[in-house]
Structures are given as C-alpha cells and as structure tokens.
C-alpha cells in the first residue's frame, strides 16, 4: 500500500479507503452477515488499507467497531457522519451531540479522527455552519473528533454547487467529493481550493454504475452526447471508452476508473466500497497501478470537460 499526507491533518492515510456505504455496505446490503463484512475490513487492514469510512445513516458502524478490536487504534483514519436532517427537519447541536456519542458507542472508540457532516446540500449548508459546526467545535476541544469533514450530495449536486461555496470558508479540514471519469468538474470548482487551503481530500464516486455496466455507460454517454455536453464526432456511441480498455496494461474500465482518480493531483483517498473479497482486492491492486497513459487521460479529460450534470449512478 501507499500511502499519503491527508492535508492539513497531518494524517499519514492510505490512497485507497475502505467506505462502509454505498451499494454493498460491505455486503450487507445483499445479505452478508455481520462476520462476513467483518471479514471484509479486516482484509482491507490486512492489505495495508487504514483509512475506513462509514456514517451514522449506513448502518456499518457496529460492524467496523467489532473488526477494529484487534488493531491498534491509532493506526486507523477513523471517519463517520452525522446527516444534518431528520427526515423533514434539520438536527440540533444537542442532537448532532447525541448522534456523535452513540456512533463511538457503535464503533467502539472514545474518538473518530474525522466527523463530516453527511450530505449536506446548498440549501442546508448556512444553517450547517451556524448550528452545527459550533458543536463540532466543542467536540472537537474534549477530544472526541480530531478534524471536522463535510461531504457532498454529489447524486443531486453534481455540480458541486454546496462544495464550491464551503471551499470559500476555511473550516473544513477534510472534505469528501464525488469526482470520476464522467464527471470531473471538481477539479476546478472544489480541489483548486482544497489545495490551497491543504484540505485533505477524500474521492468518492470512483466507479459507479456507468463505469462497471456497459449498457448504463451507453445510455449515459448518448444522453451526454444529446444534451450538448460531449462532441458526437469524439465518442463511439457503441464503445464510448473502448480507447481506454485497449490498451494492453489496462484489464478493466472499474481499474482504469480507479487510476484516473488516483492520479488526480489534489485527491488524497480514492474510497471503495464493496462486499466481495475478490474486488477488494482487485481495487487494491488497481490502485497501485501507474496513472493511465498520458494520451489516454488527456483525452478523457478533453472528452468529458463539459459533463457537470451527472454522478456515474
């Protein structure tokens, strides 16, 4: 494993993340057992993965608690979230509190080194800042988080509209963006600030539907081409990425995903989330591959410079 300095942390973390969300929520989702997801994380420790993320909403704290008993805490980047509504409301500070003490109750730990706010959206972020990270504040000087996170909606923010106004403020020290192949509009709206503020940068959103099921990533890219955002002349509407799954070093589009997201300069942690040992694995080799050719990456980034509007789901 490699691994990097995560901003302004200090943090020493590994470049791939295990994420405890997502589709499989190490499994569960599709009827793993709990000692079956526990066997998920703790081969991603084994492989040299020390970055693990889940949240509140997830349902995958308990799990990930269980499979840490063993492992020398200070040796893991811990992250949740706390998701800043309830249903219809926002939450309270005393509530965001309560939430965090009950998810280091679930993990087992008397601290996470990141505590994000989960999800937050334009409309919401204001009140976030007002309310919220106050008591972020607190928690944070009695030693119960270490750094403060936020992370996008990015499935309806593509365009990273909450992101691009919270990279005004410099209060977050780690921030957790939807970025990939299709849609790579943060690179200027988000992680151009990021570098400047030395925010570590968690990447989520590496693969998705679009990039592991060949229909979807047809239909995406039609509808790209439909709309005006990719040039008709620059894609085969059969094969859209065939030009990168040609090339002979490159065994899989969900590889290539991970490479290209690995190679972005002011990304830090591509996570990954899965529920199958054999793809854990795979992305952690994936991983620690070379960045693609560089023809091949600048034709990506010429073919979608346009895409803002979808996330890849």
Not at 39 to 59: C, F, K, W
Not at 131 to 136: F, K, T, Y
Not at 250 to 269: G, K, N, Q, T, W
Request: charged share 20%; with cysteine.
């Amino acid at each position: 494993m490699e691994y990097v300095t995560l901003g302004r942390t200090g943090l020493r973390a590994s470049v791939l993340g295990l994420g405890g969300g997502g589709h499989s929520r190490l499994g569960q989702r599709s009827g793993a057992t709990s000692a079956e997801a526990m066997v998920i994380v703790r081969r991603a420790l084994e492989l040299g993965i020390n970055v693990i993320d889940t949240a509140e909403a997830y349902g995958t704290e308990t799990v990930i608690g269980e499979a840490m008993q063993s492992i020398d805490r200070e040796s893991i980047v811990l992250s949740t979230k706390k998701s800043v509504m309830d249903q219809t409301r926002a939450i309270t500070a005393a509530e965001l509190t309560r939430g965090l003490e009950a998810s280091l109750n679930r993990l087992q730990t008397d601290y996470v080194d990141i505590y994000h706010l989960h999800g937050v959206r334009a409309d919401q972020y204001e009140y976030a800042v007002a309310e919220l990270v106050p008591a972020m504040l607190r928690l944070r000087d009695q030693g119960k988080i270490r750094f403060l996170g936020i992370t996008e909606a990015f499935g309806g923010d593509p365009g990273h509209v909450m992101l691009s106004g919270a990279m005004q403020d410099d209060l977050w020290d780690v921030i957790m963006v939807g970025y990939n192949i299709l849609n790579q509009s943060a690179r200027e709206r988000v992680l151009a600030a990021a570098q400047r503020h030395n925010t570590g940068v968690l990447c989520m959103f590496a693969v998705r539907d679009a990039l592991s099921q060949p229909a979807k990533l047809q239909q995406m890219v039609s509808e790209l081409v439909q709309a005006g955002l990719i040039d008709r002349a620059a894609v085969d509407l059969e094969y859209p990425l065939g030009f990168v799954t040609d090339i002979d070093d490159v065994h899989s589009l969900p590889e290539a995903a991970y490479r290209f997201c690995r190679a972005e300069p002011d990304i830090h942690v591509v996570l990954s989330g899965t529920g199958n040992l054999h793809h854990l694995e795979e992305n952690v080799a994936a991983i620690l591959l070379p960045p693609l050719p560089p023809p091949v990456s600048t034709r990506l980034h010429d073919l979608f410079a346009r895409v803002d509007t979808v996330s890849g789901q």
